[in-house]
């Protein structure tokens, strides 16, 4: 996958000027309590319990920096054997974490350090799916009573982008701990 750099024109001094763009790969992490698809998983009973970010340079695509907290559930606070299995995170991960509400404060505040927030850097969250920022973090903010960011109502879904170019992306984007995968798992997908 290229990168060619984006440009606006500058009309004060009429020259091209370089658009650097900061991709910011989200993978939330939730509790379960049963198996896709099994019916004993109550309505609204899953809960964000990861909240990581990496800041890609949209260019170079090396790692920039990276937000991460583990989330203490507030409904449901012990983990299920099955949410450890799929996940790998164990209770002791997510005891005295922040809440979801901490959280998001947390990520406001790195955001504003990295400078994402101001109205001239331009920057991008992408997901492996619409999942985590059009279906999770929106239905957990209104169960909770929490207002969600603008900054997380846009992005970019990997997967109907890797229909064109699958193994493309898959190769791209695999960093470490913090991984997507265009079937959606935490495992690699066979090549």
Not at 82 to 97: R, Y
Not at 109 to 120: A, G, H, I, R, S
Not at 159 to 167: C, G, L
């Amino acid at each position: 996958m290229s990168y060619s750099p984006h440009f606006h024109y500058d009309k004060s001094n009429r020259k091209k000027v370089k658009v650097e763009i900061s991709i910011l790969n989200l993978d939330i992490r939730k509790t379960r309590e049963a198996e896709e698809g099994e019916t004993n998983e109550r309505p609204g009973s899953a809960e964000i319990i990861e909240f990581p970010i990496l800041k890609l340079n949209g260019q170079t695509m090396e790692i920039e920096s990276i937000f991460h907290t583990y989330v203490q559930p507030v409904y449901n606070p012990q983990l299920t054997p099955f949410c450890t299995q799929l996940t790998g995170i164990i209770q002791s991960m997510v005891e005295g974490q922040p809440t979801l509400q901490q959280a998001l404060q947390m990520v406001a505040e790195w955001m504003d350090k990295e400078n994402l927030l101001n109205p001239d850097v331009s920057s991008v969250f992408v997901t492996c799916g619409d999942w985590d920022l059009k279906t999770m973090l929106p239905g957990q903010c209104q169960h909770l009573g929490l207002q969600a960011p603008d900054y997380f109502k846009q992005w970019i879904n990997l997967k109907k982008r890797s229909q064109h170019n699958d193994k493309e992306i898959r190769g791209e984007i695999n960093v470490g701990r913090i991984n997507t995968h265009s079937n959606g798992s935490s495992k690699p997908d066979p090549a």
